[in-house]
């Protein structure tokens, strides 16, 4: 019976030595793992994983890391300035072109389009100059009382959109802009710019209503950190009549080289002159 009664110690001894042995729960554990041990030694930490770190770490891996295997910055993608299509004019625009003739939007020493687009109208503008186009609403085919709208140039190479009011033959910038959706580009020695401004607006002595008719008055000229100066010639074209928005015309205006080749009396000389030579002296 000795034995029996060992054997119960021992059966005692052991369930009392389980049931005090404390297993760590799954949030412990991964302490002790992360972190430090029961002595203080330290844990090993297991980095999180999931699907979307993955994901990005094998994008950042494959795009945009560097030769060398660092990361570098990359600048989203910017859409192009579209050209100014030409074929349009006249059709589904309205096309201003001054210069010589048969000249297009790249090669006009001034070049205006314009069209409707729902409440809005879109114009396009580009001069042969690295300063400023601008076209102005007038009433009177003078400077002066005239809603203006400009692209500048400045001096980071951005072509901005500026809303300006001719007090005399002098341009006031004014703060309210009503462009939008504004583009521009400085290439090739040429201005270019693309904006929308709003048909209907409340009534303003600095703004005009589109859907009345104006005489277009056009001007370029230099720009100096970004503000413009006088024109480059003394007498701006003005448009002969009156341009409506709701009629897409494709008017061509003859600069002035070509205005005095092509007018009569210069002909008469002409023909006068080589008739002479002809008919040499008697």
């Not at 600048?75 to 100014?84: L, R, S």
């Not at 729902?118 to 009177?140: C, P």
């Not at 009345?212 to 230099?222: E, H, K, Q, R």
């Not at 070509?258 to 030579?277: D, G, H, N």
Request: net charge negative; hydrophobic share 35%; aromatic share 14%.
């Amino acid at each position: 019976m000795v034995w029996l009664r060992r054997f119960l110690q021992m059966s005692v001894l052991l369930f009392h030595s389980r049931w005090w042995v404390v297993e760590p729960s799954p949030t412990e554990e991964g302490t002790l793992r992360s972190g430090h041990g029961e002595h203080g030694e330290p844990g090993h930490q297991e980095p999180h994983k999931d699907s979307y770190s993955t994901f990005a770490s094998e994008f950042l891996e494959s795009r945009y890391l560097s030769d060398d295997g660092y990361p570098f910055p990359t600048a989203p993608p910017v859409d192009p300035f579209a050209k100014i299509k030409v074929s349009d004019c006249g059709v589904t625009k309205g096309c201003i072109r001054y210069g010589k003739p048969g000249c297009d939007a790249e090669t006009c020493e001034y070049f205006l389009s314009y069209r409707r687009i729902g409440t809005d109208v879109e114009y396009e503008m580009s001069a042969d100059t690295d300063g400023w186009v601008a076209v102005g609403f007038s009433s009177d085919k003078k400077m002066g009382g005239d809603d203006v709208m400009g692209c500048v140039h400045d001096d980071n190479g951005r072509v901005r959109i500026h809303h300006f009011y001719n007090v005399g033959q002098w341009a006031k910038e004014i703060k309210r802009n009503p462009a939008r959706d504004e583009e521009g580009i400085f290439e090739n020695n040429r201005v270019t710019c693309r904006f929308k401004r709003p048909l209907y607006v409340p009534r303003e002595e600095t703004l005009v209503d589109l859907h009345l008719s104006w005489y277009y008055l056009f001007a370029w000229g230099p720009a100096i950190q970004g503000s413009i100066t006088r024109h480059d010639i003394d007498s701006p074209p003005v448009s002969d009549r009156m341009i409506s928005i709701y009629k897409y015309e494709d008017i061509f205006m003859p600069c002035t080289a070509y205005q005095t080749f092509s007018s009569p009396l210069c002909l008469l000389l002409i023909v006068a002159l080589t008739f002479y030579l002809l008919m040499g002296t008697p």
